[in-house]
């Protein structure tokens, strides 16, 4: 599985981003799709995840409300709109895949996922 991510950038605080992680190389009926970040001297954290199947969605619980995840099935694509930007949300930006049959609480934990796409950096400066 190849996962690409792109549409990271620079942003003014309260700004928004939307980023997309196209996935290619296998049927992805039963697949799982998640946003993690990495900030520099920080360990990586996860964002949200979304089921390519179906409408499970899981989100970090301090940035559910600000950040919301989506799909396109026929696109195998995934996006992150993300709103009311903070310096804080500096961070570089990576997707993942497994298609494992991982739940609310195993979908947050970077060691379940066995894809990974490269980063994409988003910098919230004014």
């Known amino acids: 599985v190849q996962l690409q991510a792109s549409g990271g950038g620079l942003v003014q605080p309260g700004g928004s981003l939307t980023l997309s992680c196209a996935a290619s190389?296998?049927?992805?009926?039963?697949?799982?799709m998640a946003w993690f970040r990495q900030a520099p001297g920080k360990e990586r954290e996860f964002v949200a995840a979304?089921?390519?199947?179906?409408?499970?969605?899981y989100y970090a619980d301090s940035l559910k409300g600000r950040f919301t995840i989506s799909k396109d099935r026929a696109k195998n694509t995934m996006y992150l709109q993300m709103n009311g930007l903070k310096s804080e949300d500096t961070a570089e930006y990576y997707c993942?895949?497994?298609?494992?049959?991982?739940?609310?609480?195993?979908?947050?934990?970077?060691?379940?996922?066995?894809?990974w796409g490269l980063g994409t950096l988003v910098t919230v400066s004014s």
């Open positions: 190389g296998r049927a992805f009926n039963n697949y799982i």
């Open positions: 993942a895949g497994t298609s494992r049959g991982l739940i609310s609480t195993t979908a947050r934990l970077p060691r379940n996922y066995d894809s």
């Open positions: 979304i089921k390519m199947s179906g409408g499970s969605i």
